[in-house]
């Protein structure tokens, strides 16, 4: 497996727009560490590729659907009455990413 290098993580974090300092770098590092080594004991287990995949940890686990119904939607318009700047269809929102 390819180990995580402290360059590896600084590059996916500035594609995240995220950014790291050496600490929280550090950190990613030893929770992959972590990760790792558990991954790598899973590994270990005796016959572990004749284990059918789950879909839920419970046995008994079963789940329904509720029926797929059309409701009408909230217009537009009693919707930006929320909003401070509006044109047209358009919302103008504070900007969030870097």
Wanted: proline letters at 5%; hydrophobic letters at 35%; glycine letters at 4%.
């Amino acid at each position: 497996m390819n180990k995580f290098t402290e360059e590896i993580v600084d590059d996916l974090a500035n594609n995240l727009l995220i950014g790291l300092t050496r600490d929280e770098n550090k950190m990613v590092l030893d929770e992959m560490e972590i990760i790792d080594e558990t991954v790598s004991a899973v590994a270990k287990v005796p016959n572990i590729e004749e284990v059918e995949p789950m879909t839920h940890c419970l046995d008994d686990f079963s789940f329904s659907l509720r029926e797929d119904v059309s409701e009408p939607s909230v217009p537009l318009r009693d919707l930006q009455n929320n909003c401070d700047d509006t044109e047209g269809r358009e919302t103008q929102v504070p900007k969030v990413v870097g």
